[in-house]
């Protein structure tokens, strides 16, 4: 929902020519201001750094700002303007810059309230207790600690998580969104469901509190259906493949973007099934083999990594497994090439479904990059494996009582 600040906003320097202002938050930690005059003559675009404050004396600093409409000249009406800031930080005094404050510590909701479980039996009954309280602590490097907490809040109903990034020593902002990113991507993985976050807040070395508002570039505009590659944790064992994670993504950053794009944004299925052809060979050929080997057989060799490819014969069956990359290599061909040559080898009127495989790779061939074992594939045959590899016979044996087709 969004919130509206009245107030009187002003250039740092011009303190004596207050413009009446309505500032509006967004839900997705965007704002914007509207004011009944301009901030500076002419055709000048942008302004640097906007202050402004309430009735209640919150002071409110619009750091780097892009006029949206701007009226510079007008005949018997009040001149207006409407400006976006790229930043927002809400505190007891005004900031000139983002580099000025000392950060120590930054803070934010995580909508992440299914993933936390205990233990295995956990995960099965899809249960957590409404006293579970688990803190998780992780290091994403030599100056950067992670604590979540999840619990439930009796007020709403539900669990809630937050997270809380700290550094011994002042560190700029970017390296604490840098962390932040790593850990919400790492977690969106997990749960294969982009999540929002939010209430942002940063402390400095003087234990002065900010309230920071910025529109994140991983903000899901889409909405899908948990669909969870692990969902318990040993906490040693997580922090060494949160830290595999961070080294993936790292050597891979264009390719990651490629691959969350899809749950971030609403997508029309054949170029979601594009996407996701794209990033099976991107990822093959930047974690398995650089060399000159043709999209068939890098997706071939995903389908054959040891680590999983045992479960997939068992589930999908050993002809539907040996033809995956000629079927998937097949459908992209006729999408990009559009030749009735192509269509003969492939799917286009089965796309959705053949999606969901296209993408199962991906997720199984990631898990195994970070270190999962043949057991943990195992244990998400069923709620994962069998889930999206056989969609389309496991939709009708479901709504259809009739047996796989």
Not at 63 to 82: E, F
Not at 134 to 147: A, F, Q
Not at 282 to 295: K, T
Not at 352 to 363: G, H, R, S, T
Request: proline share 3%.
């Amino acid at each position: 929902m969004d919130r509206e600040i009245f107030g009187l906003f002003h250039k740092p320097l011009v303190t004596d020519e207050r413009i009446k202002s309505k500032l509006t938050v967004a839900g997705d930690g965007s704002s914007s201001l509207e004011a009944e005059d301009i901030f500076s003559e002419g055709d000048n675009i942008q302004e640097d750094v906007l202050y402004g404050r309430d009735e209640d004396g919150h002071c409110y600093s619009l750091l780097h700002l892009l006029y949206n409409q701007k009226t510079t000249m007008s005949i018997g009406a009040p001149r207006t303007c409407r400006l976006t800031p790229r930043l927002l930080v809400v505190s007891t005094k005004h900031v000139e810059k983002i580099e000025d404050i000392a950060i120590l510590s930054f803070r934010f909701r995580l909508d992440c309230n299914q993933w936390f479980r205990k233990n295995l039996a956990q995960y099965q009954q899809k249960h957590l207790p409404l006293t579970f309280r688990p803190v998780i602590t992780l290091n994403c490097n030599d100056d950067l600690s992670i604590e979540m907490i999840s619990s439930h809040d009796f007020d709403i109903g539900k669990r809630k998580t937050m997270v809380s990034i700290n550094s011994l020593k002042p560190q700029p902002l970017k390296a604490f969104q840098d962390a932040a990113h790593y850990l919400i991507t790492f977690l969106s993985f997990a749960c294969r469901s982009a999540l929002h976050h939010g209430n942002i807040t940063l402390e400095d070395s003087e234990g002065v509190a900010y309230e920071l508002y910025y529109k994140p570039g991983f903000f899901p505009e889409n909405s899908e259906t948990d669909n969870n590659l692990f969902t318990y944790f040993e906490e040693d064992e997580l922090q060494d493949k949160f830290s595999r994670w961070i080294a993936l993504y790292d050597a891979a950053p264009a390719i990651f973007k490629l691959y969350f794009l899809n749950r971030l944004r609403p997508l029309d299925i054949t170029v979601r099934f594009l996407m996701a052809a794209q990033s099976l060979e991107c990822f093959h050929r930047i974690f398995l083999d650089p060399g000159d080997v043709s999209f068939a057989n890098r997706v071939k060799q995903i389908v054959e990594d040891a680590a999983y490819h045992k479960i997939l014969v068992e589930v999908g069956g050993l002809d539907e497994i040996e033809g995956l990359h000629r079927k998937i290599l097949g459908t992209r061909n006729y999408f990009t090439h559009y030749r009735d040559y192509y269509k003969e080898n492939s799917n286009e009127t089965d796309v959705v479904f053949l999606n969901f495989k296209a993408e199962l790779l991906i997720d199984l061939f990631l898990l195994s990059r970070i270190g999962f074992t043949p057991e943990h594939f195992e244990s998400i045959k069923h709620s994962v494996i069998d889930d999206r590899l056989n969609r389309r016979q496991n939709m009708n044996m479901i709504y259809l009582g009739s047996k796989k087709i």
